[in-house]
């Protein structure tokens, strides 16, 4: 559901998620996730059709010259 504040967010309920997901295992197809630390890799995660998005915060920290530690 979107965020009541800036509309932003996932426009999806979580039974619709759930729905998606059975269908395509039903359909005996694989399931994929790709990790994404900054917002354009998720951009074009989206874009090329994963099923789901895996975060972490270490790409912020990473862009700013440190380690993946850092986060």
């Known amino acids: 559901m979107p965020n009541?504040?800036?509309g932003k967010g996932n426009p999806y309920t979580r039974e619709?998620?759930?729905q998606?997901?059975?269908?395509?295992?039903?359909?005996?197809?694989?399931i994929i996730g790709a990790g994404a630390g900054t917002g354009i890799s998720a951009k074009f995660i989206e874009k090329g059709g994963a099923d789901f998005l895996i975060i972490y915060n270490s790409g912020r920290f990473r862009m700013s010259g440190h380690?993946?530690?850092a986060g």
């Open 67 to 69: 380690g993946s530690t």
């Open 4 to 6: 009541k504040w800036t």
């Open 20 to 30: 998606r997901l059975q269908k395509t295992l039903a359909q005996k197809k694989a």
């Open 16 to 18: 619709e998620v759930r």
